[in-house]
Structures are given as structure tokens and as C-alpha cells.
T-cell receptor, first 113, second 114 residues
Framework: GQQVMQIPQYQHVQEGEDFTTYCNSSTTLSNIQWYKQRPGGHPVFLIQLVKSGEVKKQKRLTFQFGEAKKNSSLHNTATQTTDVGTYFCAGSRLTGGGNKLTFGTGTQLKVEL | DADVTQTPRNRITKTGKRIMLECSQTKGHDRMYWYRQDPGLGLRLIYYSFDVKDINKGEISDGYSVSRQAQAKFSLSLESAIPNQTALYFC?????????????FGPGTRLTVL
């Protein structure tokens, strides 16, 4: 079945540093979504990328979708303590029954002052 | 009020007990999902339903069953709970439009099986 791998599993950064998480799918995706889960909270949708090579920005976050639509990245600049949480990618693949979404394993971000 | 609610929020039970987790939504979405979250494993799909008459197994459905009582309600049952079902369980809904196929999650139910 479809697999979505995400690296790194953990990321510790100093406040003000950048961080990046990468997502790789074993199959071509119709779109990719990114979610953020604050500690003790539930995943919240951040953004969706649909087109090959697409780049979207959201405040300090930059999201990219690979040309082959099999990988994606999330890059955060000047990380703040409010960025703490787990970031998940989720790859959507068209099947006979409609879109099927598979979540990556997540990157847990910790920020040190 | 929250669009997706889950009850209970926390539950401790014993091995062999039957447990039901309930989910309600006011978003008017046809599609509903149950996931479990374990440290280092991300979110794994247990069951999903695209409408009231449609139930589908996800990647880890063994040991679980579901019931879609209405468009707004989707419940998850553990017929005979076992310790490795200790996890955080999330219900979610989504819009059927592929352009807006995003998941809206409930607050989660933390289940502990002793």
C-alpha cells in the first residue's frame, strides 16, 4: 500500500533558527496537505498543494511540492516558541472510491530559548 | 461550539471490556473518519465512511468496528479491549470536493487499556 515517510522524526532548534521537514511518498500523489498539532491538541490543517512544483508561503512557512508529486517540504524561518508542535504531511491519492489520504509519521519540533 | 466533538475525552478501562467512542459533527460533511495516534507512528486510519450507508476499513481495522448512525454521528467500538489499543483516538470529517479534501479533527479521546 501507499507509504508516506517523514523526516526527521524530531527536531530541536534554537529560537530564531530555521527548520525543515521532508515528506516522501512511495506513489504519485494528487495533492499533499500539511497539518500542525500543538502539544495536547489535535491536528489542524495548514495548507494544500496540488500542482507539480508548487510553492506556497504562509507567514514564516514555505511549502513545496516536488515536480514528480511524490515529495514535499515545509520550511520555517526564524522559528519561535509558538511554533512548537508536531507537523504532519498527508498525501492524497485518487482511488476507485475517491481520494485516499495517508499521513506521514510527523516531525516533532521543540524550540529552545 | 466546536464543529467536531468526541466523547469521552479520556477513558481508562480493563482488558476484555467493550468500549464505545462517539463522534458528532455540525459541519454537514458526509465523510467521517476514525484515526489512532501512537508516538512515532503518526495518524493511522481505522475506518472511514463517505456517507451513512458507506463503511470502509482503513489500514488498521482489526479489533475495531464502527457504526454510522446518521450523517452527523460516527461511533467507534472496541469489542474486547486489549492493552495495545491504548492510544489517542481522533475522529475527523472532510468535504468531498477534492479541492477542499482537508480533514477537520475532533479534540481526541485518550484511551488507556489496563
Amino acid at each position: 500500500g501507499q507509504q508516506v515517510m517523514q523526516i526527521p522524526q524530531y527536531q530541536h532548534v534554537q529560537e530564531g533558527e530555521d527548520f525543515t521537514t521532508y515528506c516522501n511518498s512511495s506513489t504519485t500523489l494528487s495533492n499533499i496537505q500539511w497539518y500542525k498539532q500543538r502539544p495536547g491538541g489535535h491536528p489542524v490543517f495548514l495548507i494544500q498543494l496540488v500542482k507539480s512544483g508548487e510553492v506556497k508561503k504562509q507567514k514564516r512557512l514555505t511549502f513545496q511540492f516536488g515536480e514528480a508529486k511524490k515529495n514535499s517540504s515545509l520550511h520555517n524561518t526564524a522559528t519561535q516558541t509558538t511554533d512548537v508542535g508536531t507537523y504532519f504531511c498527508a498525501g492524497s491519492r485518487l482511488t476507485g472510491g475517491g481520494n485516499k489520504l495517508t499521513f506521514g509519521t510527523g516531525t516533532q519540533l521543540k524550540v529552545e530559548l | 461550539d466546536a464543529d467536531v466533538t468526541q466523547t469521552p475525552r479520556n477513558r481508562i478501562t480493563k482488558t476484555g471490556k467493550r468500549i464505545m467512542l462517539e463522534c458528532s459533527q455540525t459541519k454537514g460533511h458526509d465523510r467521517m473518519y476514525w484515526y489512532r495516534q501512537d508516538p512515532g507512528l503518526g495518524l493511522r486510519l481505522i475506518y472511514y465512511s463517505f456517507d451513512v450507508k458507506d463503511i470502509n476499513k482503513g489500514e488498521i481495522s482489526d479489533g475495531y468496528s464502527v457504526s454510522r448512525q446518521a450523517q452527523a454521528k460516527f461511533s467507534l467500538s472496541l469489542e474486547s479491549a486489549i492493552p495495545n489499543q491504548t492510544a489517542l483516538y481522533f475522529c475527523a470529517t472532510s468535504d468531498p470536493d477534492p479541492a477542499r479534501d482537508t480533514q477537520y479533527f475532533g479534540p481526541g479521546t485518550r484511551l488507556t487499556v489496563l
